[in-house]
């Protein structure tokens, strides 16, 4: 059993599949994003929207189409072009997100993204750490000595 399943991942290497990568024959779109997480840091919980923007590039050789984007929270908000992204063109995918939707805490949200693309689904994740009240600065005081 153990030799089946290694010979199977080896041979999901070697074609890219498990990789991420566009398919062997270079065909297909493929969604490449210039960064897959965002961290918010402190924020305060009744201070705002925050937003944030996940650019991407088509690095395939077809139109890329985004069919949806799912956030896991009701406290997110995505929203992207539906128009489709031509080889070599690039788009933006903008999540916003409503800290007072949320209870006070550390937060780690996760967004889906389905597409064309020869990977089929991306993930992005946004986080940070929502507080009451004014976010803490941070003291740089040196004691005289």
């Known amino acids: 059993m153990k030799k089946l399943l290694s010979t199977l991942l080896g041979g999901l290497l070697l074609t890219g599949a498990y990789a991420g990568k566009p398919t062997p024959e270079g065909k297909g779109a493929h969604l490449r994003l210039e960064g897959s ?4 840091g402190d924020v305060p919980r009744r201070g705002g929207d925050l937003v944030h923007e996940f650019r991407f590039v088509n690095d395939g050789t077809t139109p890329l189409v985004i ?4 956030t896991s929270c009701s406290c997110l908000k995505a929203s992207f072009s539906k128009r489709p992204v031509a080889p070599a063109d690039s788009g933006v995918i903008r999540i916003v997100y409503e800290p007072h ?3 006070p805490g550390t937060f ?3 967004i889906q993204i389905y597409s064309n693309s020869v990977d089929g689904r991306d993930i992005l994740t946004v986080q940070g750490n929502s ?12 004691m005289k000595q």
């Open 37 to 40: 997480s965002w961290n918010f």
């Open 67 to 70: 069919l949806r984007v799912v």
């Open 101 to 103: 939707k949320s209870e």
């Open 108 to 110: 780690n949200k996760v």
């Open 131 to 142: 507080i009451d009240g004014e976010p803490r600065k941070v003291r740089n005081d040196r």
